[in-house]
């Protein structure tokens, strides 16, 4: 079973960046498919990215193309988000979610495995 910790949320103005680290533990990171979500207050969790264990498949929500970049290091069990041009509506917490297979999926049930998640605030 892995586990999942993220970091590197924060504060941040309209049109600046972050960078979301999930490390992972207690499992082969290698072998799963990693995703990144996101829950606003009041909403459902949104699917915002998601990489292939080798890092050759990756699939972004509609909301955030263009503006944003997964990757991985599995020799670090990491995954990043890097996030660029962020909006006031890019504000929620985002959750790290790891899935024991190959296929990259976007949905939250195809997930067994998740993150404390990280609080990413966008101001205007």
């Known amino acids: 079973q892995v586990q999942l910790v993220e970091s590197g949320g924060g504060l941040v103005q309209a049109g600046g960046s972050l960078r979301l680290s999930c490390a992972a533990s207690?499992?082969?990171?290698?072998?799963?498919?990693m995703g990144w979500f996101r829950q606003a207050p009041g909403k459902e969790r949104e699917f915002v990215a998601a990489?292939?264990?080798?890092?050759?498949?990756?699939n972004y929500g509609d909301s955030v193309k263009g503006r944003f970049t997964i990757s991985r290091d599995n020799a670090k069990n990491t995954v990043y988000l890097q996030m660029n041009s962020l909006k006031p509506e890019d504000t929620a917490v985002y959750y790290c979610?790891?899935?024991?297979?190959?296929?990259?999926?976007?949905?939250?049930?195809?997930?067994?495995?998740w993150g404390q998640g990280t609080q990413v605030t966008v101001s205007s």
């Open positions: 979610a790891a899935r024991w297979d190959i296929v990259v999926v976007t949905t939250v049930d195809q997930y067994a495995y």
């Open positions: 207690g499992g082969t990171f290698s072998r799963y498919t």
């Open positions: 990489i292939s264990w080798s890092g050759g498949s990756r």
